[in-house]
């Protein structure tokens, strides 16, 4: 197990041997980023599946200070390499888009659940010692009974990406419990900011929204905006993942990470437009295929993970947006692109 020494918090990643799965995605590659700068040993295991927003433009810059494995956690020998003499494993690799899960069912399943066993299996007989903290989302919640939520209140998964969820979490404290590995999963709120995928409109509303205003294009905001979210920007996403890496109470927990405040679609709108200086609004009704599954106002109460290591997102809206804004401005062309070459389809 890992002892954290009592000097600067993330000083003991330096020379840790560390994966991040899904490495070349939105969060992950912000993660893997940030662990390099630390002076850790990284390597990526990313399948780089069309239309999930993992590309190499998100390493751009580090690339050459990475380990980088292109193969899907499914298969055993390039997940037993990958794994093989880890320290901390940070499992972000997965399918995040409610709608692709309903129309693809199967498909989630493969990539939610089926390479989860995988990697955990791989982990059982090769590095069972190796920490994993394991990212979910608070989507698993469903519609909130009270707000904000708290890691007490009921599952209802609304979709079946949130079921699939559920299900990687739960043989994630199996192994844990019967196989002895350490293990942490953390419930995403809505992460935002740059390397996120922007390219089409099924990963979540934010990403989107900010390719719109920053094309100067009309944003559909539904119903009448009042539904509230909490968004996290992705440095502070990164940075609680860095801290329930290092962090032995944390251990065998389930973590929820919100977002500084909620505020209304309406509102975000309104100050994603300021933000980019371009683009405006429009009411209309929901769609059907969304409004099956949207799950009213919910936000976060993520008080067990500041007890537990004093983390609390630090980011404004107003500076997250600015960041997010000026990160896109000269790379928008780059990240709207059609799925490119180093993405591949899977069967």
Avoid at 126 to 152: I, L, M
Avoid at 265 to 287: E, M, N, Q, S, Y
Wanted: aromatic share 6%; charged share 25%; proline share 5%.
């Amino acid at each position: 197990m890992i002892a954290p020494s009592s000097h600067a918090p993330f000083d003991d990643y330096r020379g840790r041997r560390v994966l991040v799965t899904g490495g070349l995605g939105f969060i992950g590659s912000n993660l893997a980023r940030r662990l390099v700068d630390l002076g850790a040993e990284v390597r990526i295991l990313d399948a780089l599946v069309a239309e999930m927003g993992g590309t190499l433009h998100n390493v751009d810059g580090f690339a050459d200070r990475l380990a980088i494995r292109i193969a899907d956690m499914r298969e055993w020998d390039p997940t037993t390499l990958a794994v093989d003499g880890c320290d901390i494993i940070f499992n972000l690799a997965g399918q995040v888009s409610h709608i692709d899960s309903l129309r693809d069912p199967r498909g989630d399943l493969g990539i939610n659940v089926d390479a989860q066993l995988q990697l955990l299996d791989v982990l059982r007989h090769h590095n069972p010692r190796a920490r994993v903290v394991f990212t979910s989302t608070r989507h698993v919640y469903g519609r909130a009974q009270r707000v904000p939520v708290d890691e007490t209140h009921p599952i209802h998964p609304p979709d079946v990406n949130a079921i699939n969820k559920v299900t990687a979490e739960a043989y994630h404290r199996l192994y844990q419990e019967i196989f002895g590995i350490p293990s942490s999963i953390l419930r995403l709120t809505n992460v935002y900011g740059p390397r996120q995928l922007i390219r089409h409109n099924r990963q979540g509303f934010i990403g989107w929204f900010v390719r719109l205003a920053m094309e100067d294009r009309e944003i559909e905001v539904y119903g009448d905006g009042s539904q509230q979210r909490d968004l996290l920007f992705v440095d502070d996403a990164v940075e609680a993942l860095l801290l329930v890496g290092l962090s032995e109470a944390c251990v065998g927990r389930t973590l929820n990470v919100g977002g500084p405040e909620p505020i209304a679609h309406r509102d975000l709108v309104k100050r994603l437009i300021a933000a980019a200086g371009t683009g405006r609004a429009r009411f209309v009704d929901w769609p059907a295929d969304r409004k099956a599954i949207d799950v009213g106002s919910v936000w976060l109460d993520s008080t067990r993970l500041h007890e537990a290591t004093g983390w609390q997102p630090r980011t404004s809206l107003d500076e997250g947006l600015a960041r997010t804004v000026a990160y896109y401005r000269p790379r928008l062309a780059a990240y709207c692109a059609p799925a490119g070459a180093g993405e591949i389809e899977l069967a």
